[in-house]
């Protein structure tokens, strides 16, 4: 039997929606770490698959793939799990490998900033009425994510003060990662930006306390402890070999992979079944895990599920999270990936890593994987 390696791993800097990367399209986010990661594999891919949820429609994966210099002879599939869809590509593609697929680029995309308007088509004379965004499931169900995270935090008994305290640590974490270059390697430069735009090394539980509740009245979830609305890509390169062999170089041994779903009311405990899932294929639990990268969409979730998963919070995201670093959609769980990458290759900071993310409409995904050298 075969097994998939992630023998390479690359994102673009994070940038905040309407700034930075403001200019750049998601099919060339995306072409950025597909060339950067083909290059590293050293071979043509058999394939890239990357996830996206609010782009311009269509085959974006395809369109980022031949931007980026691939040959027409390679396909390409976009997958959408909203914010899980970077991670449920990853998963996808270890699948694929595990079953004799060629060398697979998986990933995600999103760019907040060049998403299209949509609209539902005129009805009985009236004009096109615009909408944010595809329906996350059916009503009464179809709630917004950040109400829902906020009567998750209220049902969990996840306090403010912890939110607060949360955030500000995430992005005290990013700002001292990002000041000892702990990302350079896995960034690629794209419109001209080589680092991360929203980390704030100043923010503190205090600052933090100001601001009012977001999304309903008497909440706790407020914009400082709730992630932001960005731009990026990131991507990994998979390859197969023959279970208990080595490949020849380092990399990330794809030991379990699972998505489950959880009430569409109560989206962000989407990970907490995926996580132990995906725990279970791989024979591991919690406490034998050595980097953690949740996706951080809001300090209450995130605490929810650590909650849930009786996993330490202070574990989760050693370099800071979404909360700091962004959350582009499509692309977070990628991200999460390539993070673990640097963590377990890079720097050699254990054996055992989980990346998992939560999903709107009530779903999660989750991967276990493991450093070999």
């Known amino acids: 039997m075969t097994e998939a390696f992630i023998v390479a791993a690359r994102r673009t800097p994070i940038g905040t929606a309407g700034r930075g990367l403001a200019g750049v399209s998601a099919a060339t986010l995306g072409a950025a770490v597909v060339a950067a990661v083909a ?6 891919p058999a394939e890239v698959i990357l996830g996206n949820c609010m782009g311009p429609g269509g085959d974006i994966a395809r369109v980022a793939s ?3 210099g691939l040959p027409a002879a390679v396909p390409a599939i976009t997958v959408d799990r909203q914010c899980a869809s970077g991670l449920a590509a990853i998963e996808l593609a270890a699948r694929l490998v595990s079953a004799g697929s060629g060398p697979i680029v998986a990933g995600g995309v999103e760019s907040a900033s060049t998403a299209p ?21 059916p009503l009464p169900d179809d709630i917004d994510m950040g109400l829902a995270a906020d009567l998750l935090a209220l049902e969990r008994g996840v306090t403010r003060e912890r939110q607060d305290a949360y955030a500000a640590e995430s992005h005290a974490r990013a700002a001292l ?11 690629v430069q794209v419109g001209g930006i080589l680092a991360d735009e929203r980390p704030k090394p100043g923010l503190t539980p205090q600052l933090l306390a100001r601001f009012p509740a977001a999304f309903r009245e008497g909440g706790t979830v407020t914009v400082g402890n709730s992630c932001g609305v960005n731009d990026g890509a990131a991507a990994v390169g998979i390859v197969r070999a023959v279970r208990g062999t080595a490949v020849g170089r380092p990399g990330l041994r794809v030991l379990g992979a699972a998505s489950a779903g959880v009430n569409p009311g109560r989206p962000g405990l989407g990970l907490v079944p995926a996580v132990e899932l995906a725990l279970a294929e791989a024979g591991l ?10 996706n951080e969409a809001f300090a209450g979730q995130v605490l929810a599920c650590c909650d849930a998963l009786g996993l330490d919070p202070g574990r989760v995201c050693p370099g800071g999270g979404a909360l700091a670093l962004g959350h582009p959609w499509g692309a977070s769980g990628a991200v999460l990936v390539v993070r673990l990458f640097t963590q377990l290759v890079r720097q050699d900071r254990g054996r055992y890593g989980l990346a998992a993310i939560a999903a709107g409409g009530g779903q999660g995904t989750a991967v276990v994987v493991e450093a070999c050298r």
């Open 117 to 137: 308007w949509r609209s539902w088509p005129p009805q009985d004379g009236r004009p096109p009425e615009r909408y944010e965004r595809a329906p996350f499931a």
């Open 66 to 68: 031949l931007t980026a």
């Open 39 to 44: 290059t590293e594999l050293g071979s043509q």
């Open 177 to 187: 990662a990002a000041a000892r270059g702990e990302f350079d390697d896995e960034i």
């Open 285 to 294: 639990g919690i406490d034998d895990l050595d980097v953690v990268e949740v």
